[in-house]
Every structure is written in C-alpha cells, then in structure tokens.
C-alpha cells in the first residue's frame, strides 16, 4: 500500500478509537461535542478457547467463569446453522463518485479535471447506464453479472455530517444520536444472543468492533485465525509420528490415577490438534480457492472466517476492516486504487471460498463507510470529505440491483456545499438487513426505524 495523507481529524480519530478499544486501560480526552466510541467502558477479559482454537479478547462477559464461556461456545455449536452478516468497513469515507463514476455526465469531468477516470474505464453497470465501476472493482462487477450485489450508489442520511469521528459513530450505533454507547449489531445480539457465547460477535481486526458493543451479552475479538502445535527440540515427520502415537495412549484406560490424569490430558490434546488441523501450519488457514497475496492481513481474515464458518463455530455477527485508507485529500488516485483493488478481489475469493464449502447461502456481506466525498476535486489531486457515499451487499442471497438512484451532479443532485444528496438511508438499510437476514425487528434496534422505507435486499 502506499503511504496516504490524511486530514488531522481522521489520524486523531484513529487514536482516539484505538484507546477506546482497550476498555478498562484508560481513555484520552475527547473534545467537547465529540460521541464516546460504542463500547467505551466495557471490561476486557483474555481466553483461550480450546474448544474453538482461538485466544479471545473477550468483552461484557461480566461474571462469567471462562469454563462457562468455553461451555457456552460448544452449547452454540451444537445448534443449527443460523444466517451470519459480515459487516466490512472502508476506513475515512470512500470517494463515491469513483466507485461508481459517472462517465457519461459532462459535469464529472468539469468537477474532476484530473481525477476522472478515463471514459470507458470499468465494467459497465448494469442498474444504471450512466455509471461505470472503477476498475479496481472488476471483481464486484462480475458478482453483479452473477446478481450476487446489492449496491448502493448514493448512501447516507439527513444533515451530515462531515466530521470522521461523528459520521462514523452514527453508522456505528445506527442511529444519528451521539449519545449511544451501544453499536447497532451489539444490540441486536442483546436480542437474539446468549450470556455465553461471545462468538455470536466477533470482531477480527483484534479490537472491539464499535458496531458490536453490546449491553448484555458477551462479543469478542481476534487478531487472526491460525496456530501451530509446539514440540520441544521435535520437528516435521518425527514429531508428527510422535502426536500421533501419544494419542493412542491417551485413548487407554489407566488404573493409576496419575497415569489416568495424563491420558485424559494426551487426549484432550489430540482433540484440539485434530480440530485444529485446517488452520495449522506456516501460511495459516488452507482454503479451496485462493486469496490475494499480500502483507496486509485482510485476505487472510476472509479467509479464516471461512474457515471458522465451515468448522461450526457459532458466529453471527461479523466486523472488520478493509485494507487501504480513504481519507483521500492528496494524491487519490493510487492510493484509492491500491485499497480497492486488494479489498475486490479478496472480497470474490471469500465468495468463491463460501461457495466451494457450500456456505454461500448463510452469509451475506455489508460493505460500507462513513460518508463519500466532495464531488469537485481539489488542489492537491485529492477530495474533501462530502455526504453520500457508496454501499454494497453482497453474497449469494442478495437480491441484486441497486438501492436509491445515483442523483445525479447538477442543482438537484448535489447539496449547497457540492456533495452527493443521499438517495437512501443507512438506517434503512439497516433495518432490511435486521428484518430480511437477521429475523429481528427493527424497531427493537434501530432508533425511529418506522420512518424509514426497507430496501429489498435479500432475495
């Protein structure tokens, strides 16, 4: 990736909800009028889940033993497969009018005199003649011919605002109220969750997602998804053999008490490395498909999650970052390029992953970011942060088409400080998913749910 230049207000956002994260280690001050991040406050516990293979930072377990939460993780496992929402976020504010440019509009490239893009360059999209995808985002474009993305060309809500750290709360929480400490995917686990799975949330940047800070039950985070089996001065064949010889002895009754202990701990051992197996060696989780090569650890998070998926784990809610950074004042051209190309194509090779597993029609994928960018470029090759932006839904159940119209870029479409007038609400989006994937009611999570129309976004 290249290095990006941002706006003060999105390098101190960033610290700021980093600190945050690490509840119960202290916060930094935040401004007058700026929202706490959801989650602030909750306590931060370690676990190592055996029966699951991960170390967990586990968050609102309040006085849960970790027998119980290990208990509570297996109990959930047994149970049916449930629907899984993957909620994926383009840090500070993906530039919209690039996503989905409009080429054939003459005020585009009167805007954008050196940011347009090339006339003809990406695939066509097919809900609306008038724009085109950016090439980075081919991958999406073929998912789309597939009638497996829901996107959202003009995304966003009423008075916006422009600041990172608010705008971003907003999505987070579901709600335009600065005042919420819970995200909008932690309160619908309140709903739906139990006291002692925190897999049921699961955040796999290694912090606390925001969106899913919950008030009741337990939610986690992991860094990634692998392990490996240590042996002592023992390595490759011979201690391959030597695992799998311990694990006879481990099966065999022993009338000695100590040598009773010892089997059943050779046992418990084999078990876990037997599990574990799909998510062991040097390159970590072995798919059926490949991922993007890269150093930034995003391809391989999709890639574990599949893997956690196929292997029965109990996730219903899912956060993570998508690579690259979007706070574009300077110099967007490569910089945008570089994060969506990467995001694409390993977002298609999660799908294609899902698919070859057969897991598709279980888990669907929200693409979004806190607002889009000002349509006219600016003098440093780069765009100012603006209003409406560009969302997608994306997997084997999504209805296809698109949500809310592009408005266009004369009087009409743009707002009196040259941003994109949202033609759909996040909250209603929102609301969709909760009631079309989730089988929540809306009105139990997002505030004022009733006065926003639901989208199709589920076939």
Known sequence: MTECRHCLDFSRTQLLRRAAAEAGRGLPAIEPGMPLPAGTGLSRRSFLAKSAGLALAVYGAGSLGLRQLEEGIASAAAGPAKTVLVSIFLEGGADGLS???????????????????PAGAGPAFAADSRLRWHPALAPLAQLDTEGKVVSLPA??????DQSHFTSRHYWEVGATDQRLLTGWLGRTLDLVGTMDNPLQGLSLDGQLAPALASSKVPVAAIEGVSYGFWTSSVWGQVEERMLDTLAHFGAAKRSDPGLEAASAITMEAHRLRTQLLPFSGDKGVTSPVAYPKSDDAFPQRLAGLAALLAA???????????PGAYDTHADQAGDLADGLTLTAQSLLAFQRDLEARGLADRVLVHVWSEFGRRAQENGSAGTDHGAAGVGFVLGSQ?????????????????????????????????????????????????PGAKAFARPTLVR
């Open 312 to 322: 029965g784990l109990p996730l219903r809610c899912v956060a993570l970052s998508a």
């Open 155 to 160: 995304v966003g809500y009423t008075h916006p």
């Open 99 to 117: 996503l989905l440019y409009p080429d054939g509009d003459p005020l585009y490239r009167k805007l954008r005199p050196k940011l347009a893009l």
């Open 398 to 446: 999504a209805a296809g088409g698109s949500v809310g119209e592009f408005p266009g870029l004369d009087g009409t479409g743009l707002d009196e400080d040259g941003n994109v007038r949202a033609t759909a609400d996040f909250r209603g989006v929102y609301s969709a998913l909760l009631e079309q994937w989730l089988g929540v009611d809306a009105e139990r999570v997002i």
